[in-house]
Protein backbone atom coordinates (compact mmCIF):
# COMPACT_ATOMS: atom_id res chain seq x y z
CA UNK A 1 0.00 0.00 0.00
CA UNK A 2 1.64 3.30 -0.99
CA UNK A 3 1.98 6.32 1.24
CA UNK A 4 -0.35 8.18 -1.22
CA UNK A 5 -3.50 5.81 -0.54
CA UNK A 6 -2.47 5.53 3.58
CA UNK A 7 -3.29 9.48 3.74
CA UNK A 8 -6.60 9.15 2.99
CA UNK A 9 -7.04 6.05 4.34
CA UNK A 10 -5.67 7.69 7.46
CA UNK A 11 -8.33 10.41 7.36
CA UNK A 12 -11.21 7.94 6.92
CA UNK A 13 -10.37 5.79 9.82
CA UNK A 14 -10.63 9.40 11.80
CA UNK A 15 -13.91 10.57 9.92
CA UNK A 16 -16.00 7.34 10.33
CA UNK A 17 -14.94 7.00 14.00
CA UNK A 18 -16.97 10.25 14.58
CA UNK A 19 -19.83 9.79 11.79
CA UNK A 20 -20.80 6.10 13.30
CA UNK A 21 -20.83 7.18 17.00
CA UNK A 22 -24.89 7.99 16.43
CA UNK A 23 -25.59 4.07 16.13
CA UNK A 24 -23.78 3.41 19.37
CA UNK A 25 -27.27 2.57 20.76
CA UNK A 26 -27.34 -0.43 18.58
CA UNK A 27 -23.87 -1.56 19.32
CA UNK A 28 -22.65 -3.79 21.27
CA UNK A 29 -21.02 -2.77 25.13
CA UNK A 30 -17.66 -1.23 25.18
CA UNK A 31 -15.86 -2.30 28.53
CA UNK A 32 -14.47 0.67 30.32
CA UNK A 33 -13.48 0.28 33.87
CA UNK A 34 -12.74 4.33 34.15
CA UNK A 35 -16.52 5.11 33.11
CA UNK A 36 -17.49 7.41 35.60
CA UNK A 37 -14.50 8.90 37.22
CA UNK A 38 -15.67 12.79 37.97
CA UNK A 39 -11.75 13.20 36.59
CA UNK A 40 -8.44 12.32 35.73
CA UNK A 41 -7.40 9.06 36.84
CA UNK A 42 -3.21 7.60 36.90
CA UNK A 43 -2.80 3.89 37.08
CA UNK A 44 0.62 2.78 37.90
CA UNK A 45 2.48 -0.97 38.26
CA UNK A 46 5.95 -1.69 38.48
CA UNK A 47 7.74 -5.07 38.39
CA UNK A 48 11.34 -6.02 39.06
CA UNK A 49 12.32 -9.78 37.70
CA UNK A 50 15.34 -11.82 38.66
CA UNK A 51 16.15 -15.03 36.28
CA UNK A 52 18.11 -17.48 35.99
CA UNK A 53 18.96 -20.12 32.96
CA UNK A 54 20.84 -23.78 33.51
CA UNK A 55 21.66 -25.19 30.61
CA UNK A 56 23.33 -28.78 30.99
CA UNK A 57 26.22 -28.58 28.98
CA UNK A 58 27.90 -25.71 27.50
CA UNK A 59 26.85 -23.84 24.06
CA UNK A 60 28.07 -25.10 20.63
CA UNK A 61 29.83 -21.96 20.47
CA UNK A 62 31.63 -22.12 24.44
CA UNK A 63 29.07 -20.45 25.59
CA UNK A 64 28.39 -20.63 29.43
CA UNK A 65 26.06 -22.96 31.67
CA UNK A 66 24.32 -20.32 33.47
CA UNK A 67 22.83 -16.89 32.33
CA UNK A 68 21.67 -14.86 34.80
CA UNK A 69 19.86 -11.64 34.12
CA UNK A 70 17.35 -8.80 35.35
CA UNK A 71 14.45 -6.99 34.31
CA UNK A 72 12.28 -4.24 35.61
CA UNK A 73 8.85 -3.07 33.47
CA UNK A 74 6.73 -0.06 34.12
CA UNK A 75 3.08 0.99 33.22
CA UNK A 76 1.94 3.84 33.66
CA UNK A 77 -2.07 4.49 32.34
CA UNK A 78 -3.80 8.10 32.47
CA UNK A 79 -7.33 8.54 31.69
CA UNK A 80 -9.42 11.94 31.49
CA UNK A 81 -12.87 12.86 29.98
CA UNK A 82 -14.68 9.88 32.30
CA UNK A 83 -12.73 7.24 31.10
CA UNK A 84 -13.37 7.61 27.40
CA UNK A 85 -9.38 9.58 26.65
CA UNK A 86 -6.47 7.68 27.59
CA UNK A 87 -2.74 7.33 27.59
CA UNK A 88 -0.62 4.06 27.87
CA UNK A 89 3.46 3.50 28.41
CA UNK A 90 5.14 0.82 29.04
CA UNK A 91 8.87 0.82 29.30
CA UNK A 92 10.85 -2.12 29.77
CA UNK A 93 14.39 -3.23 30.38
CA UNK A 94 16.47 -6.11 30.77
CA UNK A 95 20.43 -6.41 31.76
CA UNK A 96 21.80 -9.70 30.69
CA UNK A 97 26.16 -9.89 31.67
CA UNK A 98 26.47 -12.58 29.57
CA UNK A 99 24.45 -11.37 25.84
CA UNK A 100 24.52 -7.99 24.94
CA UNK A 101 21.90 -8.27 22.45
CA UNK A 102 19.44 -8.93 25.65
CA UNK A 103 21.26 -6.35 27.40
CA UNK A 104 18.32 -3.98 26.01
CA UNK A 105 15.56 -1.05 26.73
CA UNK A 106 12.48 -1.62 24.96
CA UNK A 107 9.39 0.74 24.64
CA UNK A 108 6.85 -2.08 25.18
CA UNK A 109 3.39 0.04 24.51
CA UNK A 110 2.90 3.64 24.01
CA UNK A 111 -0.19 4.76 22.59
CA UNK A 112 -3.48 7.19 23.00
CA UNK A 113 -6.90 5.44 22.98
CA UNK A 114 -10.52 7.08 22.70
CA UNK A 115 -12.98 5.10 23.69
CA UNK A 116 -16.73 6.18 22.15
CA UNK A 117 -20.23 5.05 21.25
CA UNK A 118 -19.59 1.89 19.44
CA UNK A 119 -16.49 2.12 18.56
CA UNK A 120 -12.63 2.78 20.28
CA UNK A 121 -9.27 4.12 18.36
CA UNK A 122 -6.03 3.72 18.99
CA UNK A 123 -2.56 5.34 17.95
CA UNK A 124 0.86 4.92 19.21
CA UNK A 125 3.01 1.55 19.68
CA UNK A 126 0.35 -1.38 20.60
CA UNK A 127 0.72 -5.16 20.83
CA UNK A 128 -2.01 -7.08 19.42
CA UNK A 129 -2.46 -10.55 19.80
CA UNK A 130 -4.51 -12.59 17.27
CA UNK A 131 -5.23 -16.45 17.61
CA UNK A 132 -6.85 -19.50 19.21
CA UNK A 133 -4.47 -22.16 18.95
CA UNK A 134 -1.74 -23.60 22.01
CA UNK A 135 1.42 -25.21 20.16
CA UNK A 136 2.02 -21.74 17.46
CA UNK A 137 0.68 -18.35 17.11
CA UNK A 138 -0.07 -18.94 13.71
CA UNK A 139 -2.50 -16.24 12.29
CA UNK A 140 -0.81 -13.79 14.84
CA UNK A 141 0.99 -11.33 12.35
CA UNK A 142 0.70 -7.42 13.45
CA UNK A 143 3.60 -7.43 16.11
CA UNK A 144 7.21 -8.70 15.79
CA UNK A 145 8.56 -11.59 17.44
CA UNK A 146 10.87 -11.10 20.12
CA UNK A 147 13.37 -13.88 20.04
CA UNK A 148 16.19 -13.04 22.83
CA UNK A 149 12.96 -12.60 25.10
CA UNK A 150 11.82 -16.17 24.58
CA UNK A 151 12.22 -18.84 22.01
CA UNK A 152 8.42 -20.03 22.64
CA UNK A 153 7.43 -16.59 19.87
CA UNK A 154 4.94 -15.29 22.39
CA UNK A 155 6.96 -12.70 23.29
CA UNK A 156 6.42 -9.35 21.03
CA UNK A 157 7.84 -5.83 20.56
CA UNK A 158 5.31 -3.58 20.35
CA UNK A 159 4.42 -2.11 16.69
CA UNK A 160 3.72 1.59 15.37
CA UNK A 161 -0.42 1.73 14.56
CA UNK A 162 -3.59 3.71 14.04
CA UNK A 163 -6.52 1.41 14.52
CA UNK A 164 -10.12 1.71 14.74
CA UNK A 165 -12.39 -0.62 15.96
CA UNK A 166 -16.31 -0.67 15.18
CA UNK A 167 -18.68 -3.24 17.49
CA UNK A 168 -21.98 -3.84 16.60
CA UNK A 169 -24.32 -6.40 16.43
CA UNK A 170 -23.05 -8.22 13.38
CA UNK A 171 -19.48 -8.14 14.98
CA UNK A 172 -16.54 -6.54 15.68
CA UNK A 173 -14.74 -4.81 12.34
CA UNK A 174 -11.04 -4.07 13.21
CA UNK A 175 -8.72 -1.63 10.60
CA UNK A 176 -5.23 -1.21 11.38
CA UNK A 177 -2.03 1.25 9.85
CA UNK A 178 0.99 0.34 10.64
CA UNK A 179 4.10 2.49 9.17
CA UNK A 180 7.50 1.38 10.11
CA UNK A 181 8.75 -1.65 10.72
CA UNK A 182 10.79 -3.64 13.42
CA UNK A 183 13.22 -6.17 12.89
CA UNK A 184 12.97 -9.47 14.58
CA UNK A 185 15.37 -9.67 17.73
CA UNK A 186 18.20 -12.52 17.94
CA UNK A 187 21.11 -13.86 20.72
CA UNK A 188 24.43 -13.33 19.63
CA UNK A 189 27.26 -15.73 19.89
CA UNK A 190 27.98 -14.85 23.65
CA UNK A 191 24.40 -16.18 24.38
CA UNK A 192 21.94 -19.08 24.33
CA UNK A 193 19.44 -20.04 22.41
CA UNK A 194 21.78 -19.01 19.51
CA UNK A 195 23.16 -22.27 17.85
CA UNK A 196 26.16 -22.30 15.68
CA UNK A 197 24.89 -19.09 13.90
CA UNK A 198 25.65 -15.45 14.10
CA UNK A 199 23.13 -13.55 12.62
CA UNK A 200 24.16 -10.56 10.93
CA UNK A 201 21.23 -8.16 12.09
CA UNK A 202 23.15 -4.96 10.89
CA UNK A 203 23.08 -6.11 7.24
CA UNK A 204 19.82 -7.55 7.36
CA UNK A 205 17.52 -6.50 4.24
CA UNK A 206 13.94 -4.90 3.98
CA UNK A 207 12.74 -5.32 0.74
CA UNK A 208 9.39 -3.60 1.08
CA UNK A 209 9.53 -0.60 3.92
CA UNK A 210 12.19 1.52 2.33
CA UNK A 211 10.86 1.86 -0.75
CA UNK A 212 7.86 3.98 0.89
CA UNK A 213 4.75 1.50 1.71
CA UNK A 214 2.89 1.59 4.71
CA UNK A 215 1.19 -1.86 6.25
CA UNK A 216 -2.37 -2.14 6.36
CA UNK A 217 -4.47 -5.14 7.83
CA UNK A 218 -8.19 -5.65 8.37
CA UNK A 219 -10.07 -8.09 10.94
CA UNK A 220 -13.46 -9.33 11.19
CA UNK A 221 -14.61 -11.55 14.32
CA UNK A 222 -17.57 -12.61 15.80
CA UNK A 223 -19.31 -15.16 18.34
CA UNK A 224 -22.00 -17.27 16.10
CA UNK A 225 -23.76 -19.42 18.41
CA UNK A 226 -20.64 -21.50 20.47
CA UNK A 227 -18.53 -20.51 17.62
CA UNK A 228 -15.79 -17.79 18.20
CA UNK A 229 -14.98 -16.89 14.19
CA UNK A 230 -11.57 -14.51 13.51
CA UNK A 231 -11.39 -13.41 9.36
CA UNK A 232 -8.13 -11.68 9.08
CA UNK A 233 -6.04 -9.99 5.95
CA UNK A 234 -2.57 -8.60 6.27
CA UNK A 235 -0.70 -6.80 3.40
CA UNK A 236 2.46 -5.04 3.73
CA UNK A 237 6.19 -6.81 5.34
CA UNK A 238 6.74 -10.40 6.70
CA UNK A 239 7.61 -10.42 10.02
CA UNK A 240 8.92 -13.82 9.45
CA UNK A 241 12.59 -13.31 7.44
CA UNK A 242 14.15 -15.58 5.01
CA UNK A 243 17.91 -16.06 5.90
CA UNK A 244 20.67 -15.78 3.50
CA UNK A 245 24.29 -17.47 4.21
CA UNK A 246 26.84 -14.25 4.28
CA UNK A 247 30.68 -14.78 3.80
CA UNK A 248 32.48 -18.36 3.66
CA UNK A 249 31.71 -21.37 5.79
CA UNK A 250 34.54 -22.75 7.25
CA UNK A 251 34.03 -25.98 9.78
CA UNK A 252 34.18 -24.53 13.17
CA UNK A 253 32.99 -21.34 12.67
CA UNK A 254 29.66 -19.94 13.33
CA UNK A 255 27.81 -19.83 10.24
CA UNK A 256 26.58 -16.13 9.14
CA UNK A 257 23.35 -15.61 8.35
CA UNK A 258 21.05 -12.50 7.16
CA UNK A 259 17.45 -12.04 7.59
CA UNK A 260 15.98 -10.95 4.99
CA UNK A 261 11.68 -9.48 4.86
CA UNK A 262 9.89 -9.34 2.03
CA UNK A 263 6.65 -8.02 0.81
CA UNK A 264 3.29 -10.35 2.01
CA UNK A 265 -0.37 -10.68 1.89
CA UNK A 266 -2.32 -12.80 4.20
CA UNK A 267 -5.29 -14.61 4.60
CA UNK A 268 -6.00 -15.87 8.19
CA UNK A 269 -8.57 -17.39 9.18
CA UNK A 270 -8.98 -18.51 13.32
CA UNK A 271 -11.68 -20.41 15.55
CA UNK A 272 -12.70 -21.97 18.52
CA UNK A 273 -15.98 -24.02 19.66
CA UNK A 274 -16.93 -24.60 22.87
CA UNK A 275 -18.92 -27.25 23.80
CA UNK A 276 -18.90 -28.41 27.71
CA UNK A 277 -15.95 -29.29 28.98
CA UNK A 278 -14.57 -29.49 25.37
CA UNK A 279 -12.78 -26.27 23.33
CA UNK A 280 -11.77 -27.36 19.52
CA UNK A 281 -9.35 -24.78 18.17
CA UNK A 282 -8.29 -24.03 14.51
CA UNK A 283 -5.81 -21.30 12.93
CA UNK A 284 -5.32 -21.35 9.39
CA UNK A 285 -3.82 -18.90 6.62
CA UNK A 286 -3.03 -18.64 3.01
CA UNK A 287 0.12 -16.52 2.17
CA UNK A 288 1.66 -15.08 -0.79
CA UNK A 289 4.17 -12.39 -1.77
CA UNK A 290 8.01 -12.18 -2.31
CA UNK A 291 8.25 -15.88 -1.18
CA UNK A 292 5.99 -18.60 -3.55
CA UNK A 293 2.57 -18.90 -2.01
CA UNK A 294 1.93 -21.21 0.96
CA UNK A 295 -0.96 -22.51 3.67
CA UNK A 296 -0.38 -23.32 7.08
CA UNK A 297 -2.94 -24.87 9.46
CA UNK A 298 -3.22 -25.65 13.21
CA UNK A 299 -5.91 -27.46 14.35
CA UNK A 300 -6.65 -29.67 17.57
CA UNK A 301 -8.53 -29.32 20.62
CA UNK A 302 -8.55 -29.22 24.58
CA UNK A 303 -10.54 -31.33 27.18
CA UNK A 304 -10.77 -30.44 30.52
CA UNK A 305 -11.31 -32.89 33.33
CA UNK A 306 -12.80 -30.44 36.54
CA UNK A 307 -12.03 -31.53 39.89
CA UNK A 308 -9.97 -34.71 38.39
CA UNK A 309 -7.34 -34.37 40.51
CA UNK A 310 -8.80 -33.03 43.29
CA UNK A 311 -9.40 -29.30 43.74
CA UNK A 312 -7.28 -29.07 40.95
CA UNK A 313 -8.71 -29.44 37.08
CA UNK A 314 -6.78 -31.41 34.12
CA UNK A 315 -6.82 -29.97 30.80
CA UNK A 316 -5.73 -32.41 27.93
CA UNK A 317 -4.38 -30.84 24.51
CA UNK A 318 -3.71 -32.46 20.98
CA UNK A 319 -3.04 -30.23 17.93
CA UNK A 320 -1.69 -31.01 14.24
CA UNK A 321 0.70 -28.89 12.77
CA UNK A 322 0.75 -28.44 8.88
CA UNK A 323 3.00 -26.19 6.39
CA UNK A 324 2.93 -27.12 2.63
CA UNK A 325 6.21 -25.67 2.13
CA UNK A 326 7.74 -28.85 2.69
CA UNK A 327 11.77 -28.45 2.43
CA UNK A 328 11.29 -24.41 2.19
CA UNK A 329 10.06 -24.14 5.48
CA UNK A 330 12.06 -21.42 7.67
CA UNK A 331 14.67 -22.51 10.05
CA UNK A 332 13.14 -24.11 13.02
CA UNK A 333 9.57 -24.42 11.80
CA UNK A 334 7.33 -27.24 12.10
CA UNK A 335 5.77 -28.81 8.61
CA UNK A 336 4.09 -31.31 9.77
CA UNK A 337 4.38 -32.36 13.53
CA UNK A 338 1.94 -33.32 16.36
CA UNK A 339 1.21 -31.49 19.94
CA UNK A 340 0.13 -32.89 23.04
CA UNK A 341 -0.32 -31.28 26.52
CA UNK A 342 -1.57 -31.49 29.85
CA UNK A 343 -2.87 -28.28 32.08
CA UNK A 344 -3.28 -28.48 35.79
CA UNK A 345 -5.16 -25.32 37.13
CA UNK A 346 -5.03 -26.34 41.08
CA UNK A 347 -7.16 -23.76 42.09
CA UNK A 348 -5.82 -22.20 45.29
CA UNK A 349 -5.36 -19.18 46.65
CA UNK A 350 -1.45 -19.12 44.89
CA UNK A 351 -2.98 -19.20 41.44
CA UNK A 352 -0.87 -21.90 40.75
CA UNK A 353 -0.72 -23.53 37.29
CA UNK A 354 1.22 -25.69 34.91
CA UNK A 355 1.62 -26.74 31.16
CA UNK A 356 3.78 -29.32 29.64
CA UNK A 357 3.89 -30.50 26.00
CA UNK A 358 5.57 -31.75 23.59
CA UNK A 359 5.94 -31.04 19.99
CA UNK A 360 6.78 -34.59 17.73
CA UNK A 361 7.53 -34.66 14.58
CA UNK A 362 6.22 -38.03 13.56
CA UNK A 363 8.63 -38.75 10.37
CA UNK A 364 11.80 -37.68 11.97
CA UNK A 365 10.88 -38.65 15.55
CA UNK A 366 12.25 -34.50 16.65
CA UNK A 367 10.68 -33.30 19.84
CA UNK A 368 10.50 -30.42 21.33
CA UNK A 369 9.68 -30.86 25.10
CA UNK A 370 8.18 -27.92 27.00
CA UNK A 371 7.25 -27.14 30.69
CA UNK A 372 5.30 -24.00 32.07
CA UNK A 373 4.76 -23.57 35.93
CA UNK A 374 3.89 -20.37 38.11
CA UNK A 375 2.54 -19.84 41.49
CA UNK A 376 2.28 -16.25 43.46
CA UNK A 377 4.19 -16.11 46.60
CA UNK A 378 2.17 -13.75 48.83
CA UNK A 379 0.45 -10.40 47.52
CA UNK A 380 3.35 -9.25 45.45
CA UNK A 381 5.98 -11.81 44.56
CA UNK A 382 5.91 -14.26 41.75
CA UNK A 383 7.65 -17.53 41.26
CA UNK A 384 7.88 -18.81 37.16
CA UNK A 385 9.79 -22.06 35.96
CA UNK A 386 10.38 -22.95 32.53
CA UNK A 387 12.21 -25.60 30.69
CA UNK A 388 12.63 -26.90 27.34
CA UNK A 389 14.63 -29.87 25.41
CA UNK A 390 15.43 -30.29 22.03
CA UNK A 391 15.68 -34.26 20.98
CA UNK A 392 15.64 -36.94 18.38
CA UNK A 393 17.72 -35.08 15.79
CA UNK A 394 22.01 -35.24 15.29
CA UNK A 395 23.35 -32.33 16.78
CA UNK A 396 24.18 -29.49 14.12
CA UNK A 397 27.86 -28.38 14.14
CA UNK A 398 29.38 -24.84 13.52
CA UNK A 399 30.19 -24.32 9.78
CA UNK A 400 27.36 -27.44 8.92
CA UNK A 401 26.26 -25.94 6.07
CA UNK A 402 25.13 -29.36 4.58
CA UNK A 403 22.72 -29.86 7.76
CA UNK A 404 21.30 -26.10 7.86
CA UNK A 405 19.81 -26.88 4.50
CA UNK A 406 17.93 -30.00 5.82
CA UNK A 407 14.73 -29.04 7.16
CA UNK A 408 14.83 -32.32 9.64
CA UNK A 409 18.58 -31.64 10.60
CA UNK A 410 18.14 -27.70 11.48
CA UNK A 411 16.59 -28.56 14.79
CA UNK A 412 20.42 -30.02 15.67
CA UNK A 413 21.30 -26.63 16.32
CA UNK A 414 19.58 -26.21 19.65
CA UNK A 415 20.21 -29.91 20.97
CA UNK A 416 22.96 -28.43 23.15
CA UNK A 417 20.63 -25.45 24.52
CA UNK A 418 18.15 -27.41 26.66
CA UNK A 419 17.69 -25.48 29.31
CA UNK A 420 15.86 -24.93 33.24
CA UNK A 421 14.75 -21.24 33.66
CA UNK A 422 13.73 -19.83 37.20
CA UNK A 423 12.44 -16.42 37.46
CA UNK A 424 11.09 -14.39 40.54
CA UNK A 425 8.85 -11.18 40.35
CA UNK A 426 8.42 -8.37 42.62
CA UNK A 427 5.09 -6.81 41.74
CA UNK A 428 4.53 -3.00 43.14
Request: aromatic share 10%; proline share 4%; charged share 25%.
Amino acid sequence: MRCGLARPLLGLLLLLSTLLGAEGAQAQAVSNPFAGSAGPRTEFDASVALQLRGFPRRGELGQDRLQPSAAVEFTLRRDWNAGADSLTLSPFYRFDPEDGQRRRGDLREAFYSHVGSGFEIHAGLRRVFWGQTESKRLVDVLNQVDLVENVDEEDRLGQPMLSLTLLRDWGVLEAYLLPGFRERTFASTDGRLTGPFAIDEARSGIRRVAKGRVDWALRYSHLIGDVELGLSWFEGTNREPDFAVVGPVEQGVPIRLRPEYGAMSQFGLDAALIRGDWAFKLEALRRGGDAPSHSAVVLGFERTLVGALGRADLGLLLEYLFDDRGRRTPLLAYANDVFAGLRIGFNDLADSELLAGVIVDHRSGRQVWSLEASTRIGRHWRLSAQARAFAGVQALRAGDLTGLLEPGRQWGALVRDDYLELELTRFF
